[in-house]
């Protein structure tokens, strides 16, 4: 089964970029998503993209400011941050499944997840 990882994340400023990477263990037609979990929150979709890339999906709110992308020749997998504010803070994780969809039980395979900090 494909495994996940992904990088990218740490302490960042206010107003700062951060870009977020998930790599694939293997080339597979995955549609892939990415999902947060804030302090004593439960896990919420921030956005999602089809394999062929051409298909993307975002939670409301997330679209201004955050967009997905995929290099396939990398099996990456990218969630670009811009003007990160405090409530971003969480930890990112990236998930594969088979469909663009932005509900956890779509997708079956989970990366541990990295960690983004937001100081104000």
């Known amino acids: 089964q494909v495994q996940l990882a992904e990088s990218g994340g740490g302490l960042v400023q206010a107003g700062d970029s951060l870009r977020l990477s998930c790599v694939a263990s293997?080339?597979?037609?995955?549609?892939t998503g990415w999902f947060r979990q804030a302090p004593g929150k439960e896990r919420e979709f921030v956005a999602a993209?089809?394999?062929?890339?051409?298909?993307?999906y975002y939670a409301n709110s997330m679209e201004d400011r955050f967009t997905i992308s995929r290099d396939n020749n990398k099996n990456t997998v990218y969630l670009q941050m811009n003007g990160v504010k405090s409530e971003d803070t969480a930890v990112y994780y990236c998930?594969?499944?088979?469909?663009?969809?932005?509900?956890?039980?779509?997708?079956?395979?989970w990366g541990p997840g990295t960690q983004v900090i937001v100081s104000s």
């Open positions: 998930a594969a499944g088979f469909s663009v969809a932005g509900v956890e039980s779509q997708y079956p395979y």
């Open positions: 293997e080339r597979g037609h995955y549609a």
């Open positions: 993209i089809a394999w062929s890339g051409g298909g993307t």
